[in-house]
């Protein structure tokens, strides 16, 4: 069956960076990309970005150009995104999610969130 | 940027009710609309995609319709498990973007 697994929950101080892993089982890796989707604490669902892992291919939301990217590792089936320059506003739960038909812009399987706080 | 308006931002209704949650688009999105739903501490669930399409293994008292730029999503008889927050989404162009969501309480 498909799975997404998520590495775990994160610390860090304003200005690190952060890199969350998902990796992938169940189905052709390189036949789907991956959508990275957060969600503040109380709050809605915020699309990040997605990456292509067999081409390693990048399409980010304005709002994170400069300040993320997404790689994955064919081998291992992992996909990684990693934040610069964090602030207290990225104090979140992140989603790796498979993109349903491939390369679909909505998602039919999501990994179980990896909880990230930014705190001095 | 498309906006996604839900509506209510929340509800109260009990075992056996109907209820009908609605999302309105700023733009047309013809039928790339999607519904999740999402349990508290859980990642989100796809419901239905591309407006009314059933999500494999999604109970057939989930429905969805609409086009363009008004969509809904009813449950017929709302069960016990029913209860969480659905989240709109369009998926018409990039960035896809979301409702802020419907929480269903009983």
């Known amino acids: 069956q498909v799975q997404l697994v998520q590495s775990g929950a994160e610390v860090k101080k304003p200005g690190a960076s952060v890199k969350v892993s998902c990796r992938a089982s169940?189905?052709?890796?390189?036949?789907?990309?991956i959508h990275w989707v957060r969600q503040a604490p109380g709050q809605g669902l915020e699309w990040m970005g997605r990456?292509?892992?067999?081409?390693?291919?990048?399409n980010f939301a304005q709002k994170f150009q400069g300040r993320v990217s997404m790689t994955g590792d064919t081998s291992i089936s992992t996909t990684y995104m990693d934040l610069r320059r964090l602030t207290s506003d990225d104090t979140a739960v992140y989603y790796c999610?498979?993109?349903?038909?491939?390369?679909?812009?909505?998602?039919?399987?999501w990994g179980q969130g990896t909880l990230v706080t930014v705190s001095s | 940027d498309i906006q996604m308006t839900q509506s209510p931002s929340s509800l109260s209704a009990s075992v056996g009710d109907r209820v009908t949650i609605a999302c309105r688009a700023s733009?047309?999105?013809?039928?790339?609309l999607n519904w999740y739903q999402q349990k508290p501490g859980k990642a989100p669930k796809l419901l239905i995609y591309?407006?009314?399409t059933l999500q494999s293994g999604v109970p057939s008292r989930f429905s969805g319709s609409g086009s363009r730029t008004e969509f809904t999503l009813t449950i017929s008889s709302l069960q016990p498990e029913d209860f969480a927050t659905y989240f709109c989404?369009?998926?018409?162009?990039?960035?896809?973007?979301f409702g802020g969501g419907t929480k269903v309480e009983i």
């Open positions: 999610a498979r993109a349903a038909s491939g390369s679909a812009y909505y998602s039919d399987y």
């Open positions: 990456v292509n892992p067999n081409s390693g291919g990048t």
């Open positions: 169940g189905y052709m890796f390189t036949d789907y990309y």
């Open positions: 591309a407006a009314s």
């Open positions: 989404q369009q998926s018409y162009s990039s960035p896809p973007t």
């Open positions: 733009q047309t999105i013809s039928s790339y």
